[in-house]
């Protein structure tokens, strides 16, 4: 059991690394300062982000590097144009189908 311990112990010793940054480490790696990501994120711009748990940002240094390489995102758009968005499709996508009893009840 102590070996598997050691070894377990060993193991999250040696691979700490995670490529999700929290803004300030972002910021760091881009050589930026932190209000810079802030203020692209609160227009909708730059690098990609995620939120964890409706409170925290997390940049992942892919999209960081691909950012440093001139791709660019789109802008999001807001959430309740994306519901209306998808509202449209699925009436398209999903037309309305009759019950075989409808019509030939007695």
Known sequence: MEAVE?????????HWFTPWF???AAAA???REPGT???W???GERPRFYVVN?????YHVD??????RGGRRKKRLPAWLMDKVAERAADRLLPTVKSPRDGNEK
């Open 54 to 58: 409706s409170q925290l940002i997390r």
């Open 6 to 14: 050691a070894l377990v112990r060993w193991y999250l010793d040696t």
């Open 29 to 31: 790696y881009l050589r």
């Open 41 to 43: 994120r609160s227009r």
């Open 63 to 68: 999209d960081l590097d691909t950012f440093v």
């Open 37 to 39: 990501l802030k203020g």
């Open 22 to 24: 929290d803004t300030e």
